[in-house]
């Protein structure tokens, strides 16, 4: 089995509202043949920073990232399967955002990179080019860490929008149960309005982000104890039946709840046991 670590790293003050993670991935050898090597959906946009070639596979698109470069990730509302192309050690560092306020940092269409991982030297060009020379050199992890920050803090935005941040807030703290009737009658504003803001800033609309925040919150209880969600009915009532929860579980998964359970997934546990 493949010696696999997820190393965490501080996030500096200012910055420690508009990002939730900021994680080191390191691994001796190749993740075994029979490991999913499966990330889920889980609400947040992501930079990512890869010490070797990956293969990335979203649903029938492949995409290769390359080592010391850097690349962000939209809003992703299905698998993700992840390999690396060497046999020797690998590692990538990983920002992983509240979704309140990636719109903070980049300046793009959102609804145009879900499901997509692009350089992020296409957006802001010099700028990163000559950042991942500097990632290239430095001597630690902690370093590239720490240059990332100063990097987003210098890209981050002053204006906050308050209203798209109390809807993320509200479908979070209820874990996806929430309607959009609920959200009108929370923030005034109409679901037409409000499918365009997350749209805008987010990239998808408030439905779909709450399906993904339900979605994790049991693929986590189900990863952890899977003997516990099937026999807790509590689980379920999340849903409107099981055959509706057995259909989004598989669209966010790529497989029933049932097969899951029987699959190793060793990789993507680590992601949310640190």
Same mark, same amino acid.
């Given at each position: 089995?493949?010696?696999?670590?997820?190393?965490?790293?501080?996030?500096?003050?200012?910055?420690?509202?508009?990002?939730?993670? $900021?994680?080191?991935?390191?691994?001796?050898?190749?993740?075994?043949?029979?490991?999913?090597?499966?990330?889920?959906?889980?609400?947040? !946009?992501?930079?990512?920073?890869?010490?070797? *070639?990956?293969?990335?596979?979203?649903?029938?698109?492949?995409?290769?990232?390359?080592?010391?470069?850097?690349?962000?990730? &939209?809003?992703?509302?299905?698998?993700? !399967? $992840?390999?690396?192309?060497?046999?020797?050690?690998?590692?990538?560092?990983? $920002?992983?955002?509240?979704?309140?306020?990636?719109?903070?940092? /980049?300046?793009?269409?959102?609804?145009?990179?879900?499901?997509?991982?692009?350089?992020?030297?296409?957006?802001? &060009?010099?700028?990163?080019? *000559?950042?991942?020379?500097?990632?290239?050199?430095?001597?630690?992890?902690?370093?590239? +860490?720490?240059?990332?920050?100063?990097?987003?803090?210098?890209?981050?935005?002053?204006?906050?929008?308050?209203?798209?941040?109390?809807?993320?807030?509200? $479908?979070?703290?209820?874990?996806? =149960?929430?309607?959009?009737?609920?959200?009108?009658?929370?923030?005034?504003?109409?679901?037409?309005?409000?499918?365009?803001?997350?749209? =805008? %800033?987010?990239?998808?609309?408030?439905?779909?982000? +709450?399906?993904?925040?339900?979605?994790? *919150?049991?693929?986590?209880?189900?990863?952890?104890?899977? /003997?516990?969600?099937?026999?807790?009915?509590?689980?379920?009532?999340?849903?409107?039946?099981?055959?509706?929860?057995? %259909?989004?579980?598989?669209?966010? +998964? &790529?497989?029933?709840?049932?097969?899951?359970?029987?699959?190793?997934?060793?990789?993507?546990? +680590?992601?949310?046991?640190?």
């Amino acid at each position: 089995m493949a010696d696999m670590q997820l190393q965490t790293f501080k996030i500096i003050e200012p910055l420690k509202e508009s990002i939730e993670k $900021i994680w080191l991935y390191k691994s001796d050898e190749r993740l075994e043949e029979d490991d999913l090597k499966m990330i889920v959906p889980n609400g947040r !946009i992501k930079l990512i920073i890869p010490f070797n *070639d990956v293969l990335t596979k979203t649903g029938s698109f492949e995409v290769y990232s390359v080592g010391n470069r850097i690349f962000l990730i &939209g809003i992703i509302e299905v698998p993700r !399967i $992840i390999n690396d192309q060497k046999q020797n050690p690998s590692g990538t560092i990983g $920002i992983e955002f509240n979704p309140a306020a990636a719109y903070r940092f /980049f300046s793009l269409d959102f609804a145009g990179i879900v499901n997509n991982i692009i350089p992020l030297s296409n957006i802001s &060009g010099k700028e990163v080019s *000559d950042l991942e020379k500097a990632l290239s050199h430095a001597s630690s992890p902690e370093i590239k +860490a720490d240059m990332l920050q100063q990097f987003l803090l210098l890209q981050m935005k002053e204006t906050e929008d308050t209203v798209f941040g109390h809807c993320i807030r509200k $479908i979070e703290s209820v874990k996806g =149960q929430i309607t959009m009737s609920e959200l009108e009658k929370s923030t005034g504003y109409t679901s037409r309005w409000l499918n365009m803001k997350f749209k =805008q %800033r987010l990239g998808i609309s408030p439905k779909n982000f +709450a399906g993904i925040i339900r979605f994790y *919150d049991i693929y986590k209880s189900l990863s952890n104890n899977p /003997f516990r969600l099937f026999s807790q009915k509590g689980f379920y009532d999340l849903y409107h039946d099981q055959s509706h929860f057995i %259909r989004d579980f598989k669209k966010f +998964a &790529g497989m029933p709840p049932a097969r899951l359970t029987r699959a190793i997934n060793d990789f993507g546990k +680590a992601f949310f046991k640190s």
